[in-house]
């Protein structure tokens, strides 16, 4: 019902075969390629052009919240022996291995080799490390020091002895031999599809905003696991080219926008388009968030293994709570926002923790309010629908009354 309140993307059929064919080809149409398990922080670029098939437990894990069906398998992995604290990525991951009679499309295919970088959190090494016991596999860990203040030369190298070590890595694993044209040329897609991306993401600046978050969730799936590839840049285009005809008609995502909003932290997959329809009730749209956007780094021209290097060690998440306030400072004032909601989320440490820090400096800085949902972002076990609901009536209603003062004053 809630979905209705939103003006459906006529490129939403395009996404859904776009998807389709990927899982698809991963588990019938490899033809020979081996098949990597990765994570969504990894140097995919370097898979692609060795003609290594990618697949992403963490976007697996979103679809299985999206559809409803996270819970069971969090629950098949907590049987295990899993704590129930552990991220419900991970749990529904590896829960469809134990059960893939009640796992999304019977599972994941199983892999060949695995390969991580603990550039977005440190449970992907152990979560990798269990994957790789279970099913006794070739493991790569890619490592990325924490940037507490700057990215440095000595940084850069050590994770480019790291790419080379990967490549090697790969090599010997898989038989295949890395062709620099071909990695420049994976490289060039990537960022084409990083521009597109960033410039649809712009477009919500636009008032009314042509998207809503749940529109930007759901359509960054390809940014992550098509990254690099032909498909993915088609499809961009199209989105953006739908996107600035909205613009340009004055077509809002919502039917009458009052507010404008940000979004922190990943979204609750499992109440997506329900959890923001709150909002909708309100007038309020959320036009930028401070996750989708961690895909819309380019890798910087040049020799291509100091590009990645750059390019992965310093996403958002890699870097300190000062340069997180800073962004999102930013995107506040950029996207001429009045308010922010933060999901104070449990299975994401990393994003989460310091977030009271960051909302009290945001607003300190940009005298915009916050609000901090606690949730989960595919156990929907952690979610409190009313107790939810009255803290964003009371967020609204603080909201609605300082708009209205500044108008007043100004």
């Not at 521009?195 to 008032?207: D, P, S, V, Y």
């Not at 007038?283 to 401070?290: L, N, Q």
């Amino acid at each position: 019902m809630a979905r209705k309140r939103y003006k459906k993307l006529r490129t939403a059929v395009e996404l859904q075969r776009l998807m389709q064919a990927h899982y698809t080809s991963a588990r019938y149409l490899r033809l020979g390629r081996p098949l990597a398990w990765v994570t969504s922080g990894a140097p995919v670029e370097i898979l692609r052009a060795m003609g290594i098939f990618a697949v992403y437990p963490e976007n697996y894990g979103a679809l299985c919240g999206a559809r409803k069906q996270a819970v069971p398998l969090c629950q098949a992995a907590e049987a295990r022996g899993y704590s129930p604290d552990l991220c419900s990525y991970a749990r529904s991951h590896l829960g469809s291995m134990f059960d893939s009679q009640s796992a999304p499309m019977g599972g994941l295919p199983k892999p060949d080799l695995l390969i991580c970088c603990n550039n977005i959190c440190g449970t992907v090494v152990k979560w990798y490390e269990a994957v790789a016991q279970h099913y006794d596999l070739p493991l790569f860990v890619l490592d990325a020091p924490f940037i507490h203040n700057g990215f440095s030369p000595q940084m850069q190298v050590y994770v480019k002895a790291q790419l080379a070590e990967m490549i090697d890595f790969l090599e010997t694993t898989t038989g295949r031999r890395l062709k620099l044209k071909r990695l420049e040329q994976v490289i060039h897609l990537a960022n084409q599809a990083v521009e597109l991306w960033g410039e649809i993401r712009a477009l919500c600046k636009a008032r009314p905003s042509p998207l809503n978050v749940p529109d930007l969730f759901v359509n960054m799936a390809p940014i992550v696991v098509l990254r690099g590839e032909r498909g993915a840049v088609r499809f961009y285009r199209h989105l953006k080219a739908e996107v600035e005809e909205r613009v340009r008609n004055g077509v809002g995502a919502i039917p009458e926008e009052r507010y404008r909003l940000l979004w922190d932290n990943i979204a609750i997959w499992h109440h997506l388009y329900r959890f923001y329809s709150y909002f909708v009730d309100y007038g309020a749209c959320f036009v930028v968030d401070t996750y989708t956007g961690g895909w819309s780094q380019a890798v910087p021209l040049g020799e291509p293994l100091e590009g990645l290097a750059t390019a992965y060690a310093t996403v958002f998440l890699n870097q300190s709570l000062e340069y997180r306030v800073d962004m999102t400072a930013g995107l506040v004032s950029e996207y001429n926002v009045d308010g922010f909601v933060m999901h104070n989320n449990r299975s994401c440490k990393p994003y989460s923790l310091g977030q009271y820090v960051i909302k009290r400096a945001v607003t300190e800085r940009t005298g915009v309010p916050g609000l901090i949902i606690e949730s989960d972002m595919c156990d929907a076990r952690s979610f409190a629908r009313e107790a939810v609901r009255t803290r964003i009536q009371a967020f609204m209603e603080t909201l609605a009354a300082g708009c209205q003062d500044r108008i007043s004053w100004e």
